[in-house]
């Protein structure tokens, strides 16, 4: 199995045994995985810190208005809030990929990793 694989199924088991998501999307969690880049081989790149405001600010300009090409505005700010409280505030392993993963579920915006 080749790392990039070990990390999607990594990323996959967190999900459904930590998350308590059922139903995870194999083929979008692989696409964005792979969106990542070479992030997710490091420690603290591969994760979002959710208590440090400019690296949410970072995920806001950087993926959901630049990638996914989003308009700025408080919905951005409350989808960013959800994924953290899905997370819950006490994990400190906040995947970049699962975290991006669900702001794309959060926004409908599947069809761009297609």
Excluded: H, W
């Excluded at 880049?37 to 810190?49: E, T, W």
């Amino acid at each position: 199995m080749s790392k990039f694989d070990e990390c999607v199924s990594l990323y996959e088991k967190e999900m459904k045994d930590k998350l308590g998501i059922k139903t995870v999307d194999g083929a979008l969690l692989k696409s964005v995985t792979k969106g990542c880049g070479p992030s997710i081989y490091r420690n603290d790149a591969s994760k979002v810190s959710s208590g440090d405001p400019q690296e949410l600010e970072r995920v806001k300009k950087n993926f959901l208005i630049k990638k996914l090409g989003l308009k700025d505005g408080p919905e951005l700010d409350k989808a960013i809030a959800k994924v953290v409280d899905t997370f819950g505030s006490s994990n400190r392993n906040k995947y970049r990929a699962i975290f991006y993963y669900l702001l794309v579920k959060e926004f409908k915006k599947e069809s761009m990793y297609k």
